[in-house]
């Protein structure tokens, strides 16, 4: 019985961790199960009607909230990504609106700008060579599926992982992305998140929780660990760490996209080079902005706030949707609401 469960879950893998416009099909290594689907189309919450996604592919993101397309930004695009990216670390290139973050364990040590200082870069919007990435015409064929024509990029970022220090500080806490986010509705947002070389437990690769896109958002703040967290790496108090649990381990150009409120986070850095990834959240523009005030996301938004004035020095920022309405930029269709 144990064999024949197994050899379900290598099927279920095989059949939607690939993309119709991948080739030939490939098999990608996971831990944990994979629930099946087993519904009728008319069941479909997360998903809108396409002529992209199979019906397969459209069945696993519905019950599994998200889905790997293999092979989808080209190594030419992922080499321009990357070469943008050490202009910055060695400051050839200051775009104006970019935030770059360092590793907390490296925040108060002397150092010479390059890659090994840099953890992350945000607000990719004033970067045009890395901005590119959010109007990819193979990134947003997808994204339409679940955000419809009209679609805006609200929050960018190119992820360098590092080695770890030994302080676990590269790990990232299990967390659902909707925690920082003032939108709604939850299903007309995605993220598409490229990995930029192969990605997997060694380094750090994305773990998810399949199926935790049903649950409601759930309180965030920093965990309790020893070495220290990074700036604003919030994380679930109190998730189910006995849900089945799926390391997505991924090739140069592949691409997953998931729900905002699927539970996911990182392992940290094991080997002596940089995990880099590049990602984009994308919200229809027809999502509406909600109060945040006296919810759950409340200390999210007062971090956020603070960040803003600590980088941009832009003291007229009062709340997160300000900060939000002044980085979404419409890559696709029409702007509506936001």
Known sequence: MEQQCASARLRIVLGHLVGPS?????????????APASFHPQQFQ???????????????YEENGFLVI?????????ERFRVEF???CKKESKPAG??????????????????????KVQNLHDDKELFRYCTLPEILKYVECFTGPNIMAVHTMLIN????????TSRHP??????YFPFRPSNLIVCAWTAMEHTDRNNGCLAVLPGTHKLPLKPHDYPQWEGGVNTMYHGIQNYDQDHARVHLVMEKGDTVFFHPLLIHGSGQNRTQGFRKA??????SADCHYIDMKGTSQENIQKEVVETVRKFYGNANTTDLKDFMMSQAQLVKGERTNL
Do not use: W
């Not at 299990?174 to 925690?179: A, E």
């Open 161 to 168: 992982k590092p080695p770890d220090t030994g302080k676990k």
């Open 278 to 283: 590049i990602s984009c959240h994308f919200v």
């Open 70 to 78: 293999k092979n989808l930004v080209s190594d030419a695009d992922i």
């Open 22 to 34: 991948a080739g030939t099909l490939v098999a990608t290594h996971t831990s944990g199960p994979i």
């Open 98 to 119: 970019l935030m770059v973050m360092r590793d907390v364990s490296l925040a108060k040590s002397e150092y010479i700008p390059s890659e090994k200082t840099i953890v």
């Open 86 to 88: 050490e202009k910055i």
């Open 46 to 60: 997360y998903t809108l009607d396409n002529n992209v996604l199979s019906l397969e592919q459209r069945k696993f």
């Open 174 to 179: 299990m967390h659902q992305d909707l925690h």
